[in-house]
């Protein structure tokens, strides 16, 4: 096909391992087929770059972004259909051109956290994938202490409807809400419920919490019978991070402190963390700071969490902050996500013989903003 058939000259080309200053990318057919510092001269539709910086399109391996999509305030509710279709949007605009999202099996949380709506999400994003502009996967999140998610679960994985999966615990004193009034505090200003509402929920958990481990064990499992990467969420301590590397873990996302990223890291577990945190210096629950694991080595991968248009902004505030060269702050975002879930022979870097996901990013007043994006050589967004 023509339009994805061309020639991109002038960039300056990120590559895993440093950064051709000058440089011209031959796409044939949406794949990459030359990458080089000289000139191409073929008769081909030629794109000049005009010095902006090419990338791989980004991958985020989660993304709850879709929660606010659906309800941006609390009760009122849009169409998943509608919702998907105009994050979809976003996620171009902001050079992500995978995104898994991430949606959470959570019958004690609040909100759309709900077996019955993540399960609808589900097969509405199955059903209409080949319908967005960039590759869009589907992440189930298993709160543990929801029994009753089960089935639904069983459901969507012997369907292969999921392409990741991941267990989180948000039983407050431990995880994320090491702090009960941290708990409360998230979940009581953003949907407004009382202190006694609150207890209700958090006893209930703790109740829940006691007898999880044989229904974790199982569903586990059957991820694994299909292949799934297993992820594990907030992970507080090296005895847990031990425990869940024998069930099978290979990517912890969001370990809360040093002691649980480095266990990650030592037993060769990917560590994935909030671009928010890497953007903003700090975690919004004053846990582990993504800019201090990854100077100290234990951060491999940045996802968006809440925010997708963090993700670019940070990869460039760890380059102008001088944690890390450019390449490798853009290989968090593109090289080692596509790595930990077994994507890189078709994504996650510029190659001869890989898919062209590419963002073109201008620089403007020390502001990465993205001029074009492209998914299989088909561009999917463009302000230029």
Same mark, same amino acid.
């Given at each position: 096909m023509f339009d994805r058939d061309f020639i991109i000259v002038n960039g300056k080309i990120v590559l895993p391992h440093g950064i051709l200053q000058r440089g011209s990318i031959q796409v044939e057919e949406g794949r990459?087929?030359?990458?080089?510092?000289?000139?191409?001269?073929?008769?081909?539709?030629?794109?000049?770059? $005009?010095?902006?910086?090419?990338m791989p399109g980004m991958i985020d391996l989660?993304?709850?972004?879709?929660?606010?999509?659906?309800?941006?305030?609390?009760?009122?509710?849009?169409?998943?259909?509608? +919702?998907?279709?105009?994050?979809?949007?976003?996620?171009? +605009?902001?050079?992500?051109?995978? +995104? !898994?999202h991430a949606i959470s099996y959570a019958g004690d949380e609040l909100g759309i956290r709900s077996n019955q709506i993540a399960t609808e999400t589900i097969k509405k994003l199955n059903q209409m994938r080949k319908k967005f502009g960039i590759r869009t996967k589907a992440h189930a999140r298993f709160e543990i202490t929801d029994r009753e998610a089960i089935p639904y679960l069983e459901e969507i994985i012997e369907a292969g409807c999921i392409d990741l999966f991941s267990i989180m615990d948000h039983t407050p004193g431990q995880g994320q809400f090491k702090e009960?009034?941290? !708990?409360?505090?998230?979940?009581?200003?953003?949907?407004q419920k009382t202190d006694a509402e609150l207890e209700k929920i958090i006893e209930r958990k703790k109740e829940k919490a006691k007898a999880m481990r044989g229904h974790l064990q199982y569903i586990l499992n059957l991820c694994l019978s299909k292949n799934l990467r297993l992820v594990s969420h907030d992970d507080d301590s090296q005895e847990k991070v031990a425990w869940l590397s024998q069930m099978g873990v290979s990517i912890s996302e969001f370990p809360v402190n040093l002691e649980a990223a480095r266990a990650a890291s030592e037993r060769g577990i990917h560590i994935c963390l909030g671009s928010p945190n890497a953007l903003r210096g700090e975690s919004q629950s004053k846990n582990l700071s993504a800019r201090e694991a990854i100077s100290l080595g234990y951060g491999n991968i940045l996802c968006s969490d809440y925010s997708p248009m963090s993700m670019l902004h940070?990869? !460039?505030?760890?380059? $102008?902050?001088?944690?890390?060269?450019?390449?490798?702050?853009v290989n968090l975002v593109s090289l080692h996500p596509a790595q930990a879930v077994g994507l890189d022979h078709e994504v996650g870097s510029i190659a001869e013989g890989k898919e062209a996901d590419l963002v073109w990013v201008e620089m403007e007043d020390e502001i990465p903003r993205v001029r074009k994006a492209f998914v299989s050589g088909r561009e999917v967004y463009s302000s230029c």
């Open positions: 990459i087929v030359k990458v080089t510092e000289e000139g191409i001269r073929l008769k081909r539709r030629s794109l000049d770059a $005009r010095g902006r910086y090419i989660h993304s709850d972004a879709i929660e606010k999509e659906i309800e941006p305030r609390p009760n009122s509710r849009f169409p998943i259909d509608i +919702a998907l279709f105009e994050l979809d949007k976003k996620f171009s +605009a902001c050079g992500i051109t995978t +995104a !898994f009960v009034a941290f !708990f409360k505090n998230y979940y009581g200003t953003v949907y940070a990869v !460039f505030t760890l380059w $102008r902050v001088g944690i890390l060269s450019l390449h490798e702050a």
